[in-house]
């Protein structure tokens, strides 16, 4: 067991600390893997973005922006990346498939340096279009990254360290963010002259995957299942378990390889259509969903006024909100160390059942504040319990167990409906947001709450345990339930049957099942 951790971590600290740096460094400034602006304030604030599009314009052509204008092209920016970001997921798929999981993680970093060039220069060049491009593009790999990192480390690590691995990115994602957040500060990187450095520096953690990243194997189970490259797959392995018996995991390989009925990668519409994985396919749907829209996106955009309200000094308000980096690396760690004892369905039920709980505490809070001064310092307390809840589980959760709940064939599909629903839920999120608030006030974080309590609900009725089991046991376990839930429809259309003819008796019920119907 030592050997076998020893090994996953070393994969795991090389080959996704770039990675999650990068997307945690994008978080920090605005898209925190498809959150709203609010975090963008608390690092760039937005006068600063809006008067260097207000001095460009004024150069150019002679007078300046309205505020609508500076308002709109400023929403652009924002949402831009989320475009991005569903762009890049669309494509996963292909990409994978031609240029493998690390291949497709090596191959796209270029879209980094070349969106953080942009960035990085635009205020020199006085171009606002670069910026919006360059974000753009960095929602594009976002996008992309997003699916096949946890697709990679899935695939690569040991079923009995899937879990632990799948969810060491949400510490990288932790420390990222309180590391932009402090280089964000204003005795740093948050004066105005600098904030096209703070931009591009997202190229320097790329550029250290770049020299590291292609020293390491692809994805063992790539090459067999769909390369049929046992000679790579085995020195792969080799050299990701160190010294462990690798001939069982490859005959667990070739058992799945066996099972399926191409090893060509299934098409978005074809996993649609297989009624085989349609309960898979529900549960993806639903957790990518429910990560959007539990309310983390509204926390980031209104953090700065809680605080404010709470009674916190404006000028101390920036050093507030990076202690909430801190609140997501413990989080991330307890969900780390934890998931391989309590289990993907306890954090997840556990995660979003605290921030649905949360999610309703504010709004309690937000109410009675004004007649009860203590209650601003509740609705702090809910705002860390939603970034605990959301870190621990639902965070990072759904992007492990997406590789779980499917086979090789079918994994690509199902991470590019999975991510396709999560950025477009943040873009919705994103732009529904502002006016629920206007309309409903302090009740708008009741429609988050009813989305929390709804999934977790869901996960604890539907998706059963997933760790420490192959990915062939978690197919059966589906298959299982799919034969089960077969055999009570059966026997309830046949009960309905009788008694519209006036058999309404289960005595004078006859069920035509032999005991090879029994599904274990």
Not at 53 to 82: C, D, H, I, W
Not at 386 to 396: D, V
Request: net charge neutral.
């Amino acid at each position: 067991w030592k050997i076998t951790a020893l090994s996953s971590s070393r994969v795991l600290g090389l080959a996704s600390l770039n990675f999650l740096f990068t997307i945690s460094h994008r978080f920090s400034t605005g898209f925190r893997s498809g959150e709203l602006a609010g975090q963008l304030s608390t690092v760039i604030p937005w006068s600063y973005i809006k008067d260097f599009y207000n001095q460009t314009v004024v150069s150019r052509n002679g007078t300046g922006l309205s505020a609508e204008t500076l308002t709109l092209m400023y929403s652009l920016t924002v949402s831009v990346f989320a475009i991005g970001g569903l762009l890049g997921s669309l494509i996963v798929g292909v990409l994978v498939s031609r240029f493998g999981r690390k291949g497709t993680v090596v191959n796209t970093t270029v879209l980094v340096f070349l969106a953080g060039s942009l960035m990085g220069f635009s205020r020199m060049c006085g171009s606002p279009e670069m910026v919006i491009i360059g974000r753009f593009i960095t929602g594009i790999h976002s996008g992309i990254s997003l699916s096949v990192v946890p697709m990679y480390l899935g695939e690569i690590a040991p079923k009995n360290l899937r879990g632990f691995l799948g969810l060491v990115p949400s510490i990288f994602i932790g420390t990222g963010v309180f590391t932009a957040q402090i280089l964000g500060l204003h005795e740093l990187l948050g004066k105005e002259e600098y904030w096209p450095l703070f931009l591009s520096v997202v190229v320097v953690p790329t550029f250290i995957q770049l020299m590291l990243l292609p020293w390491f194997p692809e994805s063992p189970r790539y090459l067999l299942i769909e390369k049929n490259n046992v000679h790579a797959t085995i020195t792969a392995l080799k050299w990701y378990r160190a010294k462990c018996d690798i001939q069982a995991e490859i005959e667990e390989m070739q058992e799945e390889q066996r099972s399926l009925s191409s090893v060509e990668t299934l098409s978005v519409w074809k996993l649609l259509l297989d009624d085989s994985v349609r309960w898979q396919v529900l549960s993806v749907v639903v957790i990518n969903i429910g990560m959007q829209l539990s309310g983390i996106d509204a926390i980031w955009f209104y953090t700065n006024d809680i605080f404010e309200n709470a009674g916190i000094p404006a000028p101390e308000i920036q050093y507030t909100t990076a202690g909430t980096g801190v609140i997501e690396i413990i989080a991330g760690l307890v969900g780390c160390f934890t998931i391989e004892k309590l289990g993907r369905r306890h954090l997840m039920v556990g995660g979003f059942t605290m921030m649905g709980v949360c999610s309703s505490g504010i709004t309690l809070a937000l109410i009675l504040q004004t007649q009860i001064s203590f209650m601003r310092y509740i609705s702090v307390c809910c705002v860390v319990g939603i970034i605990a809840g959301f870190c621990i589980g639902p965070a990072g959760v759904p992007f492990l167990i997406t590789a779980e709940l499917f086979k090789q064939s079918h994994r690509p599909a199902a991470y590019i409906i999975g991510g396709s629903l999560n950025w477009l839920s943040n873009f919705t999120v994103g732009f529904v947001f502002p006016f629920l608030q206007m309309s409903a006030g302090s009740y708008c974080y009741l429609v988050f709450a009813a989305v929390c309590f709804a999934v977790a609900v869901y996960v604890y009725v539907v998706i059963p345990e997933t760790k420490n089991k192959t990915f062939m046991e978690i197919s059966r376990m589906f298959s299982r339930k799919e034969a089960v839930l077969e055999i009570q429809g059966l026997i309830h259309d046949q009960l309905k049957l009788q008694k519209m003819n006036g058999y309404g008796g289960l005595e004078h019920t006859s069920l035509e099942f032999d005991s090879s119907s029994s599904v274990p």
